[in-house]
């Protein structure tokens, strides 16, 4: 019967054109019931040109006469590599994209490990769809040769954002801007716990970049300009995330945050550009955010797209072996970044031998893996990897599986909650602790009885709020994403429990709030040289909204929700509050606890505001820093 029905489904997938999709084979229960996982790959087996028989037939003899791997101690890894194969090490070296790769392709090829993307999720995208995900992706690569685990990896950068109804918490910057590392520490573990809850191993943070042009598109990645708030933040955020048994992973090293404006790669004005001072200087500036990822237990660290001084980091044997294995004596995992190994030599083949030899263990190669799994074959075949680095990056693939706990026989594991009361608590306090009190004049805290006319663009979007990385890689601006709290639910609530009210226009109004802002962005996509409230990554509605408040004769409250800051111009001069929320998230009642009086302001700037784009650049690092003329310095924020 079971036979029949694969018969059956192949002939089904022959005759509509089309290959099955792995999203299909991931969620169908249908074949999960009826279809054990080596069916599953038989049926699939057609599909890849590059496995010939013979293949499967010597990986099915090796199993017979060695045996799987078993891996029961940190001491048993020299002799299981000793054991393996060529092929079965290659495999390990290999980061495959869910939506990429068939299930019978990660045991067929030993694959080492899978990643969702920024909007890779199953049909049921909520822990049980996840757990049903990962735990068959467990399964399936338990059935290879080898018998070694795969390891999951996510990109949680601010929560477990690619799934439906999680905790979305403020991006680094907010958090630069909050500088607590306790609360980093229990935002590291309430984000692990629900990573956890979704069936995966490893969360792609934290983000260790030290913005000094805020023209960058992942400046709200960055807890600071300063790398002393950057390394104070960073290590309580993985020692907590560790502890709840999700690995971390700092990244990107090195020099992401010191690109100079218009090397960008190919179109892009900035992100994965070139690093233009003196390779020693930026090291100086940036490693003490390592030494601190580093002295906390970090287990991986992800090299950084761009280049130093021309060369990109990815093939830099100096900054990938000399400097973070020498100097800074990491011992754990590097992998690469999504797909950036593709400028740093002509050819794929040229490429990864390239990476690999430079210290890279692990390939981020989403779509094109096989072609990179017969290049490190090849690559080893022909001396240009040699054995003992290809056995180096194998041992460090397997101590890191064997710290994620993953050599167990029960490995099947349960779905968990996510958006618990307890993470959101923390996420809330998060968001209060973040807001800097920028201009007031008496007009805040807002009194709780008032008649309050809110508007601008951003006043009622929890997407905006939660800008990039959030249930897609750009994000969206889904007014109700992940059920979140928007500004105007929390005021809403706060006025309707005191007397007070929102009201429908200005002349009603005791006091006009307007939110005002920029749209969510993703890395170069949020690359731009206008800064300004009407620039092409400003939300529309911005000026309106200004202009509305300006001739309603009632004292103005503007809070802004950005990535980063925006020009203000003259528009402060009619404004009798200023308060820069950055991206919070889903807990919107953070902002009012501020607003309303019921917190203080604590958040100080991590950054420099600048008066105007050519002071983008500006960073506290400079030497004649404290005689410009900035909007306002770093450090600066007021309180009640």
């Known amino acids: 019967m079971k036979k029949l029905l694969v018969l059956l489904l192949t002939l089904a997938i022959v005759l509509s054109g089309c290959s099955t999709s792995s999203e299909d084979i991931y969620d169908s229960q249908e074949v999960v019931d009826e279809v054990t996982e080596s069916e599953v790959a038989n049926e699939e087996t057609d599909e890849v040109e590059e496995a010939p028989d013979e293949e499967a037939q010597v990986d099915e003899a ?28 290659a495999g390990q070296l290999i980061q495959a994209e869910r939506g990429g790769i068939q299930l019978s392709e990660v045991s067929q090829y030993n694959i080492g490990s899978i990643l969702s993307g920024g909007g890779s999720v199953p049909s049921k995208n909520n822990p049980e769809g996840w757990i049903t995900l990962t735990n068959r992706m467990q399964k399936v690569s338990r059935n290879s040769s080898s018998g070694i685990p795969l390891v999951y990896g996510i990109d949680a950068v601010h929560g477990n954002g690619n799934v439906a109804d999680v905790t979305i918490f403020p991006h680094n910057i907010g ?4 500088n607590d590392p306790e609360l980093m520490e229990a935002i590291g573990g309430a984000t692990a716990r629900e990573v956890a809850a979704t069936g995966v191993d490893w969360n792609f943070g934290p983000a260790v970049s030290c913005v000094q042009d805020i023209r960058w598109g992942r400046s709200y990645e960055s ?5 002393n708030i950057v390394a104070a933040l960073a290590a309580p955020y993985i020692t907590g995330m560790q502890n709840e048994g999700v690995l971390a992973t700092t990244k990107h090293f090195i020099g992401d945050g010191h690109v100079a404006f218009g090397t960008g790669e190919g179109d892009n004005l900035i992100d994965r550009g070139d ?29 950084s797209f761009n280049s130093v001084n021309g060369e990109k980091v990815h093939g830099d044997k100096y900054l990938l072996t000399d400097v973070l294995r020498g100097e800074l004596g990491f011992e754990g995992l590097v992998v690469s970044d999504w797909e950036a190994i593709h400028t740093i030599a002509p050819t794929l083949p040229d490429q990864v031998a390239k990476s690999i030899n430079a210290g890279v263990d692990l390939l981020m190669q989403p779509y094109n893996w096989k072609d990179v799994y017969f290049a490190i074959i090849s690559k080893v075949e022909d001396g ?13 693939n397997l101590v890191f599986k064997f710290e994620a706990g993953l050599f167990v026989d029960n490995f099947e594991k349960e779905a968990g909650q996510v958006g618990t009361s307890e993470n959101k608590a923390i996420a809330r306090e998060a968001v209060a602790k973040s807001m800097v009190l920028l201009e007031n004049s008496g007009v805040l805290p807002l ?21 990039g990385w959030t249930r897609e890689w750009q994000g969206n601006m889904d007014p109700d994403q992940n059920g979140g709290i928007s500004l105007m639910d929390a005021m809403s609530l706060v006025l309707s429990e005191n007397g007070g009210e929102l009201v429908a226009s200005p002349d009603e109004a ?3 709030v307007i939110s005002i802002g920029e749209m969510p962005y993703t890395e170069m996509f949020g690359d731009t040289a206008d800064l300004s409230m009407t620039g092409p990554l400003s939300l529309v509605g911005n000026l309106e909204a200004i202009e509305e408040a300006k001739f309603s004769g009632k004292p103005v409250v503007t809070i802004m929700i950005a990535g980063r800051p925006m020009l203000l111009e003259d528009y402060v001069n009619d404004w009798d509050a200023l308060v820069m929320a950055w991206l919070p998230g889903t807990e919107g009642n953070g902002m009012t606890d501020v607003l309303f009086g019921d917190s203080p ?23 004649n820093y404290d005689t410009i003329d900035h909007e306002y310095k770093i450090g600066y924020g007021l309180t009640y």
């Not at 060695?66 to 060529?86: C, E, H, P």
């Not at 958090?175 to 909050?178: P, T």
């Not at 807890?223 to 790398?227: K, P, Q, T, V």
């Open 447 to 467: 009194k709780k009885d008032a008649k309050v006319y809110l508007t601008g663009p951003a006043s009622d979007n929890v997407g905006i709020q939660s800008g």
């Open 62 to 89: 090796i199993e017979e006469e060695r045996g799987q791997i078993v891996i029961k101690s940190l001491d048993d890894i020299d002799a299981a590599i000793a054991m393996m194969t060529l092929e079965e090490k």
């Open 175 to 178: 958090l630069g801007a909050a």
């Open 601 to 623: 302001f604590t958040g100080k700037l991590p950054v420099t505001w600048p008066k105007t784009n050519d002071q983008a650049a500006d960073s506290v690092i400079m030497d």
């Open 275 to 303: 690093v233009t001072v003196d390779r020693e200087y930026m090291l100086e500036i940036n490693l003490p955010a390592y030494r601190a990822a580093i002295e906390a237990g970090t287990k991986s660290i992800m090299a």
């Open 384 to 396: 240009t990897i040699s054995e003992e680095r290809l056995n180096e990056a194998v041992r460090r």
């Open 510 to 512: 005791d006091v006009v």
């Open 223 to 227: 807890y600071s300009e300063d790398i």
